[in-house]
């Protein structure tokens, strides 16, 4: 299992000690949530801040936007040279269009869906993305409750995947902690987020993100 912390649930007043702790500690990417206060019913960062996350990360930045006009956050957000920049198929009426753009820029284009959209929505679109991630809380906070159903909708987009794009990664993104990792991993999850379980875990990072290798 690939492990990406969030940094929505670091300490934002040691933003650089907390981004360091997670990419020495073995994480495999560094989850940056962007919301807008639309899209979601939160605001976190901009360009600025995760800019300072990209000085101090050792590990590639996987960007999930909660946006409204994802083609003007993408445009922002490409020059920092994130491995992943992924957008919710609920607010986007063109997604190949937008696909293609984060490809032309020379990053990995990823889809989100919400936990009521269902994997069939974007059957058409599985060939032309790297990774598909499904979120098991309602966007927008850290620290939400997992969505057990998200399970079944894994393995149905697992089965998708493999009829249109075997090597598109499937991500679970909310609620994720050491209880739900097993089943995940059993649905064919390959790259889980986890905010509150890493930066909360009584014992450091380093075992938070040890205990999801699974
Ligand atoms: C929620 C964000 C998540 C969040 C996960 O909208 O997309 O990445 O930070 O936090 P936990 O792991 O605490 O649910
Ligand atoms: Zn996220």
């Known amino acids: 299992m690939l492990v990406a912390p969030s940094v929505l649930s670091a300490d934002f007043g040691n933003l650089q000690r907390d981004v360091e702790a997670i990419c020495e500690a073995g994480c ?9 206060g639309h899209f979601v019913p939160n605001l976190t960062i901009g360009p600025v801040v995760v800019s300072a996350i ?3 990360a050792t590990k590639p930045l996987d960007i999930h936007l909660m946006v409204e006009n994802n083609s003007f956050f993408v445009d922002l957000f490409a020059p920092l040279n994130p491995e992943y920049i992924s957008f919710h198929i609920e607010e986007e009426k063109h997604p190949h269009r937008l696909v293609q753009k984060i490809r032309s820029l020379g990053i990995k284009p990823a889809i989100v869906l919400n936990p009521h959209t269902p994997p069939e929505a974007i059957e058409f679109l599985l ?5 598909v991630l499904l979120m098991s809380v309602n966007p927008g906070f850290g620290g939400q409750k997992f969505i057990t159903s998200v399970i079944e909708k894994a393995k149905r987009l697992k089965a998708l995947i493999n009829k249109r794009n075997p090597s598109c990664l499937i991500e ?6 050491d209880k739900n990792i097993k089943e995940l991993k059993e ?6 987020v986890a905010g509150s379980f ?5 014992n450091g990072v380093k075992e938070a ?3 999801l290798k699974v």
Do not use: L, Q, T
């Not at 060939?127 to 990774?131: A, L, N, S």
């Open 28 to 36: 495999d990417f560094v989850h940056v949530d962007v919301m807008d």
């Open 54 to 56: 990209a000085k101090c």
């Open 127 to 131: 060939e032309d993305v790297d990774m």
């Open 172 to 177: 679970v993104d909310g609620g994720v902690n």
């Open 187 to 192: 649905a064919g999850v390959d790259v889980v």
């Open 198 to 202: 890493v930066y909360k875990h009584p």
């Open 209 to 211: 993100i040890s205990s």
